[in-house]
């Protein structure tokens, strides 16, 4: 009974994966980014929600976007660019990180499991977080479709090599 259970799972996680897209799997070590309001802070303890910073550049250098229309690919504004957020100056925070400390958000999975070469975590989503798709991915808010690939992370865990942090239309321009 339960050698059925378990083949029953496992075909549903498939299905839920085949759904949501496959992800990349990403190397052993890599930076992040996390985008945020200037006056945000975090806590050790507090779980951010970040992008590749090599994904970040690719997308922006393709496309040349102003800060509004990458913020709509983070899903952080809505398809108007209006919002609580609409009068904020904006930063972005880059870490070198371990693969290892990363989580994805899906909601598909426990958190025992891994996707796509990283282990599985709560999605934000029920929490009605707007980015977050539930498939490991940040929802473009402007065109509906996936975003660039999401994953998560405390700060303490991020914040170990150091980071740095530049007003996000510093970035931009230098991407």
């Known amino acids: 009974m339960s050698l059925l259970l378990g083949a029953l799972l496992a075909i549903g996680l498939a299905h839920a994966q085949e759904a949501c897209g496959p992800l990349?799997?990403?190397?052993?070590?890599?930076?992040v980014a996390w985008i945020s309001p200037v006056r945000r802070r975090a806590h050790a303890r507090t779980w951010l929600s970040v992008v590749r910073v090599a994904d970040l550049r690719t997308w922006i250098r393709t496309r040349q976007p102003d800060q509004e229309r990458l913020l709509?690919?983070?899903?952080?504004?809505?398809?108007?660019g209006d919002g609580p957020f609409r009068h904020h100056?904006?930063?972005?925070?880059?870490?070198d990180v371990r693969t290892s400390l990363l989580c994805r958000p899906v909601e598909y999975a426990s958190e025992v499991e891994w996707v796509d070469g990283v282990v599985a975590c709560p999605s934000t989503r029920q929490q009605g977080v707007?980015?977050?798709?539930g498939c490991g991915t940040t929802l473009d808010t402007a065109t509906g479709e996936r975003g660039l690939d999401l994953f998560r992370i405390r700060w303490r865990d991020a914040a170990r090599?150091?980071?740095c942090v530049l007003p996000l239309d510093r970035f931009l321009s230098g991407a």
Do not use: N
């Open 24 to 31: 990349a799997v990403p190397p052993e070590s890599m930076q």
């Open 72 to 80: 709509q690919l983070l899903g952080i504004w809505g398809r108007r």
């Open 89 to 95: 100056r904006w930063k972005i925070t880059v870490f």
């Open 130 to 133: 707007r980015h977050d798709t």
């Open 161 to 163: 090599s150091g980071f």
